[in-house]
């Protein structure tokens, strides 16, 4: 067994657990009438409840000891002073850096990277504030009115995502499109319907090799050379945000064209990066820099706080609680707001690409579930969809639950019924229907006897299934930034208990490998017989059926 799993406040936790796990939400409500008050406070402008969670004031405790026993302080300390906690790619991890408003200096190696940091942010500034001001225009003089980003994974889901979400706030003149996929059905359908007068191309990529990325970029190239006919206007249309300045050079984009970022900032905590550079545009100078500050206090709340009064930390460790002590293998993130619809799938890279990992930083296989499958939508279609399971299924799912409180240029009674249905839901997970309130709504439909009796199972609902509410007053910049922060310390706050690196993902390259040698093969006249027979029966079937 693991030295995790052996500890003792894993030990306690599995004792406490046989204690409690029978005991229903229901009645922890009943006997305590502050419950609410004791698990509810606000940071950051987001109001978090996690009352209805199966734990008591001695789980909490009994968690926090966990905390305290991976040294998860000291890992927080060690995060924001720049130690190399990438502990296999040899890196620091900080783009908390990259939000950080205080005037102390970061430090990796000795250097000081906020004047670096400061000086990309006020390129990024510059240009952004150019492009919306109509100041810097394509080779026709026009201004730009199509930015299209072009990348995949970390250097598409964070903008793709807080540019959907802040539309509100997004400038008037100027679409936004995110090209990630190599299936080239994006790309076709984006290209289109633009104008290569007044687009401009970001492309995104940390290491400027990412073949779906490369691939479109030159797609892109193509079609805005053969309508334009001359190279050097590529380099008003096409700039690139990258950590690798030479490739970007051999791609054919001036580095002057270049917004840099560093290895110390992973792909999927990128969009504080320049990676952020299309929200810049969309938002502007001062939103942007709203959506920094978000983040900065959720980082400052994060350093902070005692456990006890700590976001992220008790986030973190109520997830803990049920995928290692429920078996629950799956996290639901649902957003009552259809600004967010991409958040779930902005944190499914976020999550699962970070712990997503079986082998423990000391290079030992781990004994015990680590990264949830995390998914999810925007939760009122979802209640039409998958609820039913969450309800009734065989399996617990906790669930977080996310709205703003405000939705301006919504008319009524639309809010009013998003948030009847939101208050509905965490309700019904915690409550339940026992079988006497069954039968008591069945007898007055007129349902008695063996009829009744015959349904009542089919409608209980056991109840007694956890759910987080994050409630903020709006889903303004601020906000958002908190609670994306929010979202990363308590996926660091899991991999320190669970003892892996966050922030490595060496899990996406075999398939990377193999598809560069099948690549190889599907262009090769022949059968193809280096494989295993179902991936050589595949792809000589692909071979014998493609037009060619
Ligand atoms: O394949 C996974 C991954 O490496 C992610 O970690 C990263 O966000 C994405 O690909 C894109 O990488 P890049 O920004 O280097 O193109």
Not at 409 to 424: K, Q, V, Y
């Amino acid at each position: 067994m693991s030295k995790l799993t052996t500890s003792p406040a894993w030990q306690a936790l599995a004792a406490h657990h046989r204690e409690i796990a029978h005991l229903h939400m229901r009645d922890l409500f009943q006997q305590d009438p502050q419950r609410f008050e004791k698990f509810s406070f606000e940071s950051g402008g987001l109001f978090f409840d996690y009352s209805k969670n199966r734990v008591t004031e001695q789980t909490m405790q009994l968690l926090f000891d966990l905390a305290r026993q991976s040294g998860l302080a000291e890992r927080i300390e060690q995060m924001f002073s720049g130690e190399k906690i990438n502990a296999t790619e040899n890196r620091a991890v900080l783009h908390t850096a990259l939000r950080n408003l205080d005037k102390n200096p970061v430090r990796v190696d000795g250097d000081d990277v906020m004047p670096k940091v400061n000086a990309v942010k006020e390129k990024i500034f510059q240009f952004s504030d150019q492009i919306r001001s109509g100041e810097r225009v394509g080779y026709t003089g026009r201004p730009f009115t199509d930015i299209v980003n072009i990348g995949i994974g970390g250097s598409d889901l964070g903008p793709l995502m807080v540019c959907n979400a802040l539309k509100n706030y997004g400038h008037e003149r100027l679409r936004m499109h995110f090209i990630s996929t190599v299936d080239g059905d994006q790309i076709v359908s984006t290209l289109k319907h633009l104008n290569p007068e007044t687009t401009l191309f970001i492309v995104a990529s940390k290491t400027f090799t990412t073949q779906e990325t490369i691939t479109n970029a030159r797609t892109a190239r193509k079609w805005f050379l053969d309508r334009v006919g001359n190279e050097t206007h590529i380099a008003k249309h096409f700039v690139a945000v990258s950590t690798n300045a030479k490739a970007v050079a051999e791609f054919g984009i001036d580095t002057a064209n270049m917004f840099e970022f560093w290895d110390w900032v992973g792909g999927r905590y990128s969009l504080w990066s320049a990676i952020g550079l299309p929200i810049a545009i969309y938002l502007g100078k001062h939103d942007y820099q709203d959506l920094l500050h978000g983040a900065y206090t959720m980082d400052e709340h994060f350093k902070n706080k005692p456990f006890e009064h700590n976001l992220p930390v008790i986030m973190g460790l109520l997830g803990v609680w049920y995928i290692n002590f429920f078996d629950a293998t799956t996290h639901l993130v649902s957003p009552y707001n259809q600004a967010l619809q991409r958040f779930p799938a902005y944190l499914q890279q976020l999550d699962m690409e970070s712990n997503g990992k079986s082998i423990d930083l000391d290079g030992e296989r781990v004994d015990y579930h680590t990264s949830p499958v995390v998914w999810g939508d925007a939760g009122i279609n979802g209640q039409h969809a998958y609820y039913q399971m969450l309800h009734q299924g065989s399996q617990i799912v906790p669930v977080d639950f996310i709205a703003s409180i405000e939705h301006p240029e919504i008319p009524e009674p639309h809010s009013t019924i998003l948030m009847a249905n939101f208050f509905a839901q965490t309700e019904a997970f915690m409550r339940g229907k026992t079988a006497a309130e069954v039968r008591a709504e069945l007898d007055k439909a007129g349902i008695t006897g063996p009829a009744q009796d015959a349904l009542v199972p089919h409608k209980i609902f056991e109840g007694n299934r956890p759910t987080n509410t994050i409630l903020m007053q709006r889903l303004t910049p601020r906000r958002l930034g908190a609670l994306i922060a929010l979202y990363e310390h308590k996926i660091f706050v899991q991999g320190t208990v669970w003892n892996v690196n966050s922030y490595d993902q060496w899990g996406v390259e075999l398939g990377k490998q193999l598809a560069r040698t099948i690549e190889h093969d599907l262009t090769t006249p022949g059968l193809t017989q280096t494989h295993d027979a179902s991936t050589n029966g595949l792809i000589n079937y692909y071979k014998r059926n493609v037009p060619r």
